[in-house]
């Protein structure tokens, strides 16, 4: 038995649209049956997973905070991905978009600084992440070194510096020798939206991404230049679109927005930085990206579907004793599927019996 | 025992799962197929074979699981880039992060459990030999079994018709497709070895380098080993040379931390990263780009009929 492709002449819209759902509907049926080997009723998980937080108010807005660290960061791997650009090393732009912007936090503490600390704060998150994004894109366009995996040695550095520096200059001196730096000072904070709520501002900005990229890609030469150079990359050179240029941008783009994921995150949730910032956003963008089909909208669809298994598996940990990793099985199985599921639309597929069809 | 032979020794020790997990993923990467899943393989090898070497009590059937995991996890793999023709970057980083996932939630039962040493070789008279004997004659048998592994990758490459076959489609896959060689049947076999290869580093890891298992003890080492590939220009030799250097940077800034010479640990931490990058980055300036990248690597293959 084998499995046989045939290019389609025309890819159709339903299907286009359908291979996500699909995808997310096997993967759920994988991970019910890996639950089941482990001895646990899958429908139970899937309540606990799926039913509860959708009908609790208090997850649902744990949803919109979880899915706007990974709608920022995905809406930024989209740039890179859209240009066949491997940039896996969101997670630690993210981090140190927090680590430089908690630069200014720190720096001004107990001064009394003014309105300007938060604003500044998220400029320095913006830069950090762009410019420690520009790296691998930079190593790539000067000497020709594998974006995929500079990009991802960079995250595990970038998760030592974060922590050396609370477990050391940075730690709080009246922290009980706790490795995390000093509570930021309301200037420093990024408020919510909502006086009583958890939504920060970060979810405004991540709304703003979504739009600005949504006209950046659809209505500009800059977005037609980055689809044109993943698509069709002799084309692009032939119309004058300089790869390097490309590369660089769509890299300090992507760097850019994690960093701001990241300071967000640390300014508007934990309001100290400490040594475990994120349960992996920078990877589960990647999922996201995917997921939302590269696109700004679909992005946003898919953040807020996978933030809900961060929720789900969060409960299902605590009311079913099934371990956080079960989560992460799941994200990496669902970018499985996806990633297959985009095969069905741009192939036929037939299973074919060995000395079958011919 | 000298410190200095204690450091040689262990150097030996942290090279070797560099070593097999590099072997394995040259050969896929030869065939054409860029398999970034490496990471996640070698956990579930290290989850996989250290569960069963506790729950038997038997570190032959620990090792067999974890090559049978690492396998299981290629074929999936396999399924999704040669069945379907997915992106293999894509499915690769996917097949490592539900690795990752899925070895902590099989390891989770044994956290806190030991294993007792595997026993190294022992030859009278040669092992006993001073300096050199416990570093030539008296390591355990994966040592010996990477080099044999080194030697057979290098030959079935470079001596026969089959490892021939397995470079010109990993070289030029619509051309050997062309010829009537078995471009999907060759690429899947060499993706199961190399998960295989990756499945026993894992079980090295867990079983003989550090007898224990924590999650996310694979610390990135898949993904040194996909570097050590293309840092070896895809030659069998220089993943051994390389994969040496490697375990040797690794050893030296762990004994440099213990000695405290007031450098931060975490800085310490990260030269096996650092240097990742930097010898990837030396290769690009003496050669322009990687040399000896095989022509279809990562190119999905879509027969037309």
């Known amino acids: ?79 890179c991905f859209r240009a066949n650009l491997w940039n896996i090393g969101a997670e630690g732009q993210y981090v140190i978009g927090a680590v430089v912007g908690s630069w200014i936090a720190l720096k ?42 500079t990009s991802l040695m960079l995250v595990y550095i970038a998760q030592l510096v ?41 979810a405004v900005f991540a709304a703003v991404a979504v739009l600005v990229t949504a006209v950046v890609l659809g209505r500009t030469l800059f977005g037609y230049r980055l689809r044109l150079t993943g698509d069709a990359p002799r084309a692009a050179r032939f119309a004058g679109f300089s790869a390097k240029t490309t590369t660089l941008a769509v890299f300090a783009i992507s760097g850019g927005l994690a960093g701001l994921a990241g300071i967000s995150e640390v300014a508007g949730q934990i309001g100290q930085l400490q040594p475990s910032i994120s349960p992996g956003y920078g990877f589960t963008a990647i999922t996201v990206a995917y997921l939302g089909r590269l696109n700004p909208i679909g ?57 079958g069809v011919r | 025992m000298t410190t200095f032979e204690a450091i040689l020794l262990t150097i030996v020790t ?87 996932g899925l070895s902590g939630l099989i390891g989770a039962p044994f956290v806190g459990a030991r294993r007792d040493p595997v026993a190294p070789l022992h030859l009278p008279g040669l ?19 990477s080099l044999v592994l080194t030697l057979a990758v290098a030959l079935y490459l470079n001596r026969t018709r089959a490892g021939l076959i397995l470079r010109s489609i990993g070289e030029n896959h619509a051309s050997a497709h062309g010829l009537g060689l078995p471009v999907l049947k060759t690429r899947f076999l060499a993706i199961l070895f190399g998960g295989a290869c990756a499945g026993l580093a894992g079980a090295y890891l867990s079983l003989v380098y550090t007898r224990f298992w924590s999650p996310g003890m694979t610390a990135g080492r898949g993904w040194i080993a996909l570097a050590l590939v293309v840092f070896a220009a895809w030659r069998p030799k220089w993943v051994l040379i390389g994969a040496y250097v490697f375990g040797a940077a690794t050893v030296l800034q762990l004994h440099a931390q213990a000695a405290q010479f007031g450098v931060p640990s975490q800085l310490l931490s990260a030269v096996p990263y650092l240097a990742t990058i930097l010898a990837l980055l030396l290769l690009s300036l003496r050669h322009g780009r990687a040399i000896g990248t095989p022509g279809s690597l990562g190119v999905p293959f879509v027969p037309d009929r």
Request: net charge neutral; hydrophobic share 55%.
């Open chain 1, 1 to 79: 038995m084998r499995i046989e492709l045939s290019p389609r002449a025309s890819v159709s819209p339903i299907w286009r649209a359908i291979a996500p759902v699909l995808a997310f509907v096997t993967a759920f049926l994988i991970a019910g049956f890996v639950i089941w080997l482990m001895g646990r009723s899958p429908i139970a998980a899937f309540q606990v997973y799926v039913s509860q937080p959708l009908s609790d108010p208090w997850a649902l807005q744990e949803i919109l905070v979880k899915a706007t660290p990974l709608a920022l960061i995905a809406i930024g791997l989209s740039y």
């Open chain 1, 108 to 149: 001004t503490h107990g001064t009394d600084a003014g309105a300007w600390v938060l604003p500044a704060m998220l400029a320095a998150g913006i830069l950090g992440g762009a410019l420690y994004g520009l790296i691998p894109a930079f190593l790539k366009t000067r000497f020709g070194v594998n974006e995929i995996l």
């Open chain 1, 162 to 202: 974060l922590d050396y520096l609370v477990r050391g200059p940075w730690r709080d001196p009246k922290g009980f020798n706790f490795p995390q730096s000093v509570t930021f000072d309301p200037a420093a904070t990024l408020p919510p939206i909502f006086d009583a709520g958890r939504v920060h501002y970060g």
């Open chain 1, 299 to 355: 992005i946003l669809v898919a953040a807020l579907v996978v933030s809900l298994t961060f929720i789900g598996g969060e409960s299902a940990q605590i009311m079913l004793k099934l371990p956080l990793d079960l989560t992460q099985a799941f994200q990496g199985i669902l970018l499985l599927c996806v990633l297959a599921a985009d095969a069905l639309v741009s192939n036929r597929v037939r299973i074919v019996s060995r000395g």
């Open chain 2, 14 to 100: 942290a090279s070797t799962p560099l070593l097999i997990a590099s072997l394995g993923e040259l050969v896929a990467e030869r065939s054409g197929v860029l398999n970034l899943g490496v990471e996640g393989m070698m956990a579930m090898g290290a989850a996989c074979s250290f569960a069963a070497a506790v729950t038997f009590n038997s570190t032959a059937i620990g090792v067999g699981a974890g090559v049978l995991a690492g396998a299981v996890m290629a074929a999936l793999f396999a399924l999704v880039v040669l069945g379907f023709a997915a992106n293999q970057v894509g499915s690769g980083l996917a097949v490592t992060i539900f690795g990752l």
């Open chain 2, 127 to 145: 092992t006993d030999l001073p300096v050199i004997g416990r570093l030539f004659f008296g390591q355990d048998l994966f040592v010996y079994g």
